[in-house]
């Protein structure tokens, strides 16, 4: 009997075993990682105009990204794996970006999608990209004030959103003695919600002052026409809600017609490219800019330009690729707070631990469930001298200063 009853007990042992063998083995995604992780790799991707009309914001952009990630690869990785950062050219395009989407879900199987470029064409990879496929989006070099508030569950910025941007050139110009703004926006609809923001930062100010939206064709290759009907108009300080090569043509035209008036624009302006396609037609121009100066003596931006000498040696400090720079740096450190197995969820909590996050960079970065925009200061730049230069302290997008 007793050799029975011990026979029993090892039976009964053993089928409690067997069963949680089983049940341990019919949820492996409790052991698995995310598609785009292996023991040695992280795959991640994002969409870039390398070519086309915005491809000197976006080749920059790619450069100090990849730059970042190339010195934490040569570096051994983020615990033992790889970046391998899959990059598409979109050309700015919407369509291609939704493409590129679902290439870069579907068949590289990437872990998410990190510091891709472009507003309205990132809009165009939403619906697939967040709605169906659950697939995280962070730090794009974009984004509209809807984005953020309230949080959407795997959407995560740095960039500060363009709306507030633009009420906060709009409050500069009328702070400056501005009465009469005219803000010369793109005839597209990301465009000109954001230059509809210019109103409240001008009439922040004073309610009497005036503003005037001004709509022109996006990549319009003769501004002549429009320059003289501005001059005509007589504004005593502009706003350009313009893609980059667009304010350098109108302001070389303005120029034409000896018209002159303080002239501001938002962050995506903020580059060597453009002083240099604009020339003394430029000087003067303000901005808003994300990061601190390229010129800033501090170790982190001198780890920026090392990196950028040794693996972009055609490209100059830039403060679209120290951008690109602090955007990586900021990924790879959430990377690091993953706790457990890596996934989108885990790495979407490692990004949420960044509170505060001080990159040497940009301005200090905190993250929680309920705030997925990092970021909302800038620092107000003019082109002086041939290089942009800072002006006053960082100022907060979300206040008035």
Sequence with gaps: MQM?????????VGAMAACGALTLGSFPSMAQQSPGVTDKEIKIGAW?????????????????????????NDRGGVSGRKINWIVEDNAYNPQRTATAARKLVTRDEVLAIVHANGTAQSLA??????????VPFFFAYAGLKDWWY???PDLYGLFVNLENQARL????????????????????????????EVIPGVKSVSQSNNVELYAAKFDTQDYGPIAIDIAKKKPDALIFILAQPDIVRLSKELAQQSFK?????????????FIELGGPAVQGLRSMSLTVPPETDNPAVKEYKDALAKYFPNEKPDYISLFGFANAKVFVEGLRRVKGPLTRESLKAGIESLAPYDSGILAPVSFARDKHLGMTATQRVQISGN????????????KDW
């Design 48 to 72: 870039i105009p390398l070519t086309g009309p915005i491809a000197v914001v976006g080749v920059p952009q790619k450069a100090g990204f990849e730059a970042y990630i190339n010195m934490i």
């Design 261 to 273: 008036v303080p002239s501001y624009t938002y962050a995506p302006t903020v580059a060597n490219s």
């Design 4 to 12: 029975f009853a011990h026979t029993r007990r090892k039976l009964i």
């Design 169 to 196: 050139l709009g409050r500069w110009a009328a702070k400056e003695g501005a009465k009469n703004v005219m803000v010369v926006h793109s005839a597209l609809m990301q465009f000109e919600v954001v230059a509809k």
């Design 387 to 398: 290089r942009w230069v800072a002006v006053g302290t960082p100022v907060d997008g979300d």
């Design 125 to 134: 990879a939403f619906p697939y990209l967040l709605e169906e496929s659950k």
């Design 150 to 152: 309230p949080a959407r």
